[in-house]
C-alpha cells in the first residue's frame, strides 16, 4: 500500500488545519490507521489512532482539540486539528501496518 498525505500549512495559534492521507486500497477497514508527529529535534511520537472497528485514541497532548476519522469510499485517513498550538508545530506521518506516509509540516506561529 502507498499513502498520500496531504494538508499541511501554516495556521495562527488557536486556529484549525485539516490533513488527509490517502491510500492506495482498502487498508483502514482492516487495519485501522494512525497519525503520528515528529517537531524538530524530538522523537515522533503517536498522535492519535483508530482502529479497523472505529475505536479511537488520542495523545494527552491533543485530546479534545484532534480528531481522526476515516471515509472508507475514499480509502483516507483524516486528522482535524482544532485550536492549535506552536506546540503542535511538528511535520505529520500518517501510518497503516507498516507503511509510512511522506510527511506533511503543520507550522502553528503568529
Known amino acids: 500500500v502507498q499513502l498520500q498525505a496531504s494538508g499541511g500549512g501554516l495556521v495562527q495559534p488557536g486556529g484549525s488545519l485539516g490533513l488527509s492521507c490517502a491510500a492506495s486500497?482498502?487498508?483502514?477497514?482492516?487495519?485501522?490507521g494512525a497519525w503520528y508527529r515528529q517537531a524538530p529535534g524530538k522523537e515522533r511520537k503517536l498522535v492519535a489512532r483508530?482502529?479497523?472497528?472505529?475505536?479511537?485514541n488520542y495523545a494527552d497532548s491533543v485530546k479534545g482539540r484532534f480528531t481522526i476519522s476515516r471515509d472508507n469510499a475514499k480509502n483516507t485517513l483524516y486528522l482535524q486539528m482544532n485550536s492549535l498550538e506552536p506546540e503542535d508545530t511538528a511535520v505529520y506521518h500518517c501510518f497503516v501496518v507498516d507503511v509510512w506516509g511522506q510527511g506533511t509540516l503543520v507550522t502553528v506561529s503568529s
Open positions: 483508530i482502529t479497523g472497528a472505529g475505536g479511537t
Open positions: 486500497r482498502s487498508v483502514f477497514t482492516v487495519y485501522g
